[in-house]
């Protein structure tokens, strides 16, 4: 098939089912549906998350302790028997050295407080958390990865297993930021993005100083203020304001203290 003939066929096939999609009855257009084949046993599912390239786990998250791996967890390098021993705790050291401290004292801590926000709010099966970073793999090399992750059981209002599904983006992948979004799935099951961060683990850090100054910031201290509670000028403290709006990309104190303990971890 020449190259102006197949255009045409793309064209005439897109056109039809854009035709098909605007009347919300797809299936009833369809003469021969095809028809769902069942798994008669695990063995046929195991087959299939085999070949499948994502990573599937079960994780009870109350209980910080895993259920279950598919048979292609071998992408990473794991010790399966330390997993189901320490759990997530395990996992953390597959990350990269320089994604550890912004997935323990960020990322993570992120995804609990919207696991309970969720259960407060009655969403918890609303819930839809994705994140990026690079972990360790079985060729000794670090990927991307992205997470997925479902709350997919619970009792009395806790969450118990959490369905995650990680896949190898590192073809795909073409910055350096840790990505985070959390979404809400809607009744017409659209979604509403309720958190999102991107952290760049190389970015310059906030030295010693400038955390200081941002958490006396934070708590609503003067310039003024903080020089004296620093002993330094107010001069000095301005310039180093100024040196974290540029770090930060902040435009404003608000945003600044924002990013201060997001994208740049600082502790308050």
Partial sequence: MDSSNQTRLFDDHHIYFQQLLRTNS?????ADPATAVPFTNLTHYEELLRITPGIIMLINY???????????ISQLDMDISLMYQYGPLYTL??????????MR?????????LINESIENRRIY?????????????SGEYHWF?????????????PLIGLKYMIDINHFKKDNCIDFVATLKNPDNSE??????????VKKQF???????????????????IAHELGISTHTVNNHRKNMMIKANAANNSELISKAFGEFAVHR
């Fill in 62 to 72: 109350s209980q910080h302790q895993y259920l279950y791996h598919s048979p292609n």
């Fill in 26 to 30: 797809l299936i009833d257009r369809i």
């Fill in 146 to 158: 992205m997470h997925h992750v479902s709350l997919v059981a619970a009792e009395d209002s806790t």
């Fill in 207 to 225: 030295t010693t100083r400038e955390q200081q100054i941002i958490n006396l910031l934070a708590i609503g201290k003067t310039s003024k203020q």
């Fill in 105 to 113: 004292d960020t990322i993570m801590p992120e995804l609990y407080r």
């Fill in 93 to 102: 050291s597959l990350f990269r050295p320089e994604h550890y401290q912004i």
């Fill in 192 to 201: 509403t993005i309720i958190a999102q961060q991107a952290i760049n683990p």
């Fill in 126 to 138: 609303d819930l839809r958390v994705c994140y990026s970073n690079q972990m360790r793999t079985s």
